[in-house]
């Protein structure tokens, strides 16, 4: 601001600019203006509250002061600038924009694109515990689909299944079977059994209708072989009976019988191959060894099972197959 004036001075009189405003003389004229080089500066405002801007107002033409929070007050308001309680509420006193120095709550939904990746991670963890569901467990037990089992078996390089163990207990059974077979080609029975009264020996029968009925024709079986009692051998012959011997002579009661069972082509149109091994004692004290091969003549298998003729048995069995 510059002001220019005629005085006239009573002598001695004299006029002299300060506090940063300079006056000026020429003959009768002075000027008054501001002079911003004899102002202190100063690094810092101690109150807000009593440090002033001198302002102008346009519109009403006047003049007034202004406190330094006043202004910035005033600037915040017409321009939308933030105060430091707005930007920094929790008083970090660094970057306040700094996510690692942030603490406290925000809506997922305020965060672009995050909703959408929490979602795909969620789908990613529901795909995970679906995929880890079908991982075998050493901790608890777990249930497969014999589709499921196939697979796993194959994933490591084996082609035989577990199909199904029996544990009959003491008291016994007179029959052992297992059904939907259909879709096996090659089975395997691995047997120990516990005789009671079994005087028509162990039989080996099929099933083409799951098991509903079982092949008792004359001519659905053929087999031969021999058995072996200390030394001395002797032939087993087919008896047209309607069944396949796995144990062609009766089993003393309370005697143990073990062995196992080889069938090939179980699920194919024509006959199966059988093939069996059987151990036990025929009459105390002599021991007795089979072997026995033959056909299940019946094409399209489902079912087989070992049964007792007479008597009962109590003891284990395992069921192993390859499909195909």
């Known amino acids: 601001m510059t002001l220019r004036m005629r005085v006239l001075p009573r002598y001695p009189a004299r006029i002299y600019g300060a506090n940063g405003i300079m006056a000026e003389r020429a003959g009768p004229d002075v000027t008054i203006s501001m002079e911003y080089g004899s102002l202190i500066r100063i690094p810092s405002v101690d109150n807000p509250n009593t440090v002033f801007f001198a302002v102008w107002n346009e519109d009403f033409n006047s003049y007034s002061i202004m406190s330094f929070t006043d202004t910035f007050n005033a600037v915040i308001d017409t321009t939308g600038l933030m105060t430091e309680t707005v930007y920094d509420p929790q ?7 700094d996510r690692s120095l942030q603490t406290g709550e925000q809506p997922v939904s305020s965060i672009t694109g995050l909703a959408t990746a929490l979602a795909s991670i969620g789908d990613d963890l529901d795909s995970i515990d679906d995929a880890l569901a ?18 796993a078996l194959s994933n490591i390089g084996s082609a035989w299944q577990q199909i199904g163990g029996v544990i009959v207990a003491a008291g016994g059974a007179t029959q052992v079977t297992w059904t939907d077979l259909s879709a096996y080609n090659l089975l395997r029975i691995r047997y120990y059994m516990t005789a009671a009264n079994m005087t028509g020996g162990a039989i080996l029968r099929s099933s083409r209708d799951n098991g509903a009925t079982w092949d008792v024709g004359a001519t659905d ?29 009766g089993i003393n009661n309370g005697s143990d019988l073990d062995g196992f069972i080889d069938v090939s082509r179980f699920n194919k149109p024509g006959a199966a191959t059988v093939f069996t091994e059987a151990h036990h004692i025929s009459s105390a004290p002599a021991l007795r060894f089979e072997k026995i091969h033959g056909f299940l003549n019946q094409g399209a298998r489902s079912a087989i099972g070992i049964f007792a003729p007479s008597g009962s048995f109590s003891g284990v069995f395992v069921l192993e197959g390859v499909r195909g």
């Open 221 to 249: 079986y053929r087999y031969h072989g021999f058995f072996e009692v200390n030394g001395a051998v002797s032939p087993i012959v087919d008896t047209a009976a309607g069944l396949f011997a796995l144990v062609s002579t």
């Open 134 to 151: 079908l991982r075998v467990r050493a901790d608890a037990a777990q249930s497969f689909t014999p589709t499921q089992k196939a697979q």
């Open 91 to 97: 008083g970090i006193g660094g970057d306040a924009f």
